[in-house]
């Protein structure tokens, strides 16, 4: 299984979202330092909406999608880029 694809698996989850999407953005970060060779799974994105965000702040957001990844954030995940919103909140994508 993939990381992108356990990534998925725990927001739905936890989560259940609405909208979710997990971009592997690794290949942006080729050369970045010298064991970056922009393959693997190092750098992700997550875009997600989800009714369990209404109310909390951005910073508990984060916190909770950080919190809930961090087994993968420990084995090797170097950078994870998160974009949470509420129903009816707007989004850049």
């Not at 910073?59 to 084995?75: C, Q, V």
């Amino acid at each position: 299984m993939t990381l992108r694809t356990r990534i998925e698996e725990k927001l739905v989850e936890a989560f259940a979202p609405e909208r979710l999407s997990v971009i592997d953005e690794s290949h942006l970060h080729a050369g970045h330092q010298p064991d970056m060779t922009g393959t693997g799974e190092t750098h992700m994105r997550v875009r997600i909406v989800s009714a369990k965000f209404a109310g909390m702040s951005r910073l508990a957001r984060h916190r909770a999608i950080t919190d809930l990844l961090k087994s993968e954030l420990d084995a090797g995940l170097h950078a994870l880029a998160v974009e949470p919103a509420a129903p009816d909140e707007p989004t850049r994508w």
